[in-house]
C-alpha cells in the first residue's frame, strides 16, 4: 500500500505566537501538577506543551504545522524544519512515547519519569521561543530597514 502523505494545516506567524502561549500554559501546568505530586497530569501536560512547542517551530520554519493524528508525522516535518526541529523532535518523541500510558492506562506514573518528562517539555518550550524571536526580531529589523 503506497504511503498516505502527512497532513498539514497552515500556520502563520499570529498563529506560532498563540501555540507557543498555549505550550507555555501546557508547561505551566505539568511544572505546578509535579510540585503537587499529580504525576498522570504533569506528565499529559508536558506532552501538550512538547506539541504545541512543535507547531511553532514547524509554522516558523515552514508555514505549517502537522495536522495528522499520528505524532510521527510532526516528528517528520520537526526534523525537516533545522537543527532546532530536530533537537526539539528527539524529546517530542520522547514524550509522545509516554502519552498513552498517561492518558489511556490506569496505572501510575513513576515520579521520575514526570520529572523527565517535564524537563523535556521544557527544553521543547524554549526552543520554540527561541525560534519565533528570531523570527520576530528578523522580520522587526527587516522592517526598520525599509523605513
Known amino acids: ?43 499529559s501536560s508536558a506532552v501538550h506543551a512538547a506539541i504545541n512547542a512543535s507547531d511553532v517551530v514547524t509554522g516558523v520554519r515552514s508555514g505549517q504545522r502537522s495536522a495528522s493524528e499520528a ?22 518523541s520522547r514524550l509522545v512515547a509516554l502519552k498513552p500510558k498517561a492518558e489511556y492506562d490506569p496505572s501510575d506514573i513513576a515520579p521520575g519519569t514526570a520529572r523527565q518528562a517535564v524537563e523535556w517539555a521544557g527544553r ?19 522592517t526598520a530597514e525599509n523605513r
Open 1 to 43: 500500500m503506497p504511503k498516505q502523505p502527512s497532513r498539514t494545516k497552515p500556520v502563520t506567524i499570529a498563529q506560532a505566537k498563540q501555540y507557543l502561549g498555549k505550550a507555555e500554559e501546557f508547561l505551566a501546568s505539568a511544572k505546578d501538577d509535579l510540585t503537587q505530586s499529580r504525576m498522570i497530569a504533569a506528565t
Open 71 to 92: 505524532h510521527s508525522n510532526a516528528v517528520e516535518l520537526l526534523k525537516a524544519s533545522g537543527d532546532d526541529g530536530v533537537a526539539l523532535a528527539k524529546d517530542l
Open 124 to 142: 521543547c518550550v524554549e526552543i520554540a521561543r527561541r525560534v519565533l524571536a528570531s523570527r520576530t526580531q528578523a522580520n522587526g529589523s527587516a
